[in-house]
């Protein structure tokens, strides 16, 4: 069978060159004689593949080094908690600005560390939108705010990056390398590898210094970044961070982030375009906070929705169901999702559109 366009919203698709890559290599790993998968992750070859994705990430990003950069396992999820253990003091407060349902679990995980306040929640509109930073109640004693800068179930996405006085602790995992970051905002920023990155079973986490020296004694050993950063402490997601490396190469073969989110934006816009064009189809989120990675969509009923899903994955067009908390139409159209995926699939809109309006 051959491969299809593939509108996942995670595990999302990867460069073809990329997987290529790894196909090639898959049986032998250049002078290792074994696989990637099958050394040490104390070997020379995966110590080079883990060093040249860190170089990658920070000239990316522009990191200095106050910024360290671990690949940790146990997805984004873990780290809704682990932020929180090792930041939330018990005489601090926890603030989260609530755009969604990963922001909620975030949230969730802060109240079971400490003391919360909710500074900003699109949940009065079902969180079609990201209330913008001039709304944002940040309390006393803030420790940090916890952002999400994407949400990928309701197709909603910050626009840059807020200037606020407290520094903020980022969910980066649905649109992390889309765009550039302006780092010096944030003091932890995470991201899940399996959307924009890589496979699952790596979160990349960005700790700044002057966070780490934050951190208090007693916060158990494995969830303690500092045990990270010093040393391998144990045996890192060693096939996610070679892929991550292929595909933070592949981003520099286009270019910088700016590239990136030039490349990302127009996509977005040919499909939004597209939504806006005719009242068949409704774009979910509000126009100023539509995200440029997951687009969100209704149709005029359920079931034209469910027989547009459907028809459209036999036309080679995968994955276009919403989170099934939210039901639509969503099309993940993260870095590795070529324009001729987002130019297929506006085509089948109009087709589908002109035989069923
Ligand atoms: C924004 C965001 N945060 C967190 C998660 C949870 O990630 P994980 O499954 O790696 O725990 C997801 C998963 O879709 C997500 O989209």
Known sequence: MERKFNFSAGPGALPEQ????????????????????EISHRSPQYTAVAESARSSLRSLLGLD????????????????????????????????????????????????VGATHVAASSADQNFNYVP????????????????TSNNTIYGTQMKGDPSIDVPMICDASSDFLSRPIDTSKYGLIYAGAQKNIGPAGATV?????????????GVPTLLDYRTHVSKLFHTPPVFAVYMIEKVLRWIESIGDLEA??????????????????????????????????????RLPSEELEG???????????????????????????????????????????????????
């Open 65 to 112: 080094d106050e910024w360290s950069i671990l690949f940790l396992q146990s997805g984004a999820s873990l780290q809704f908690y682990q932020s929180a253990i090792n930041f939330l003091k018990p005489d601090t407060v926890g603030n989260y600005v609530v755009t969604g349902s990963w922001a909620k679990n975030a949230l969730a995980q802060g109240v079971a």
């Open 205 to 217: 986490v960005l700790i700044k210094q002057d966070f780490l020296d934050r951190i208090p004694d």
């Open 18 to 37: 990329v997987l290529e890559e790894a196909r090639n290599e898959m049986m032998v790993y250049k002078d290792a004689g074994a696989s990637i998968m």
């Open 260 to 297: 990136m989110k030039i490349r990302n934006d127009d996509k977005a816009a040919l499909l939004y375009n597209r939504i806006d064009a005719s009242e068949y189809f409704t774009g979910v989120a509000m126009k100023d906070s539509r995200s440029n990675m997951n687009v969100t969509f």
């Open 307 to 357: 027989r547009f899903i459907a028809e459209a994955r036999t036309a080679g067009l995968l994955a276009l169901k919403g989170h099934r908390s939210a039901g639509g139409v969503r099309a993940s159209i993260y870095n590795a999702c070529p324009v001729e995926a987002v130019e297929a699939l506006i085509e089948f809109m109009d087709a589908f559109e002109s035989e069923n309006g």
């Open 132 to 147: 913008g930073v001039e709304t944002w109640d940040i309390s006393d004693r803030a420790a940090y705010v916890h952002v």
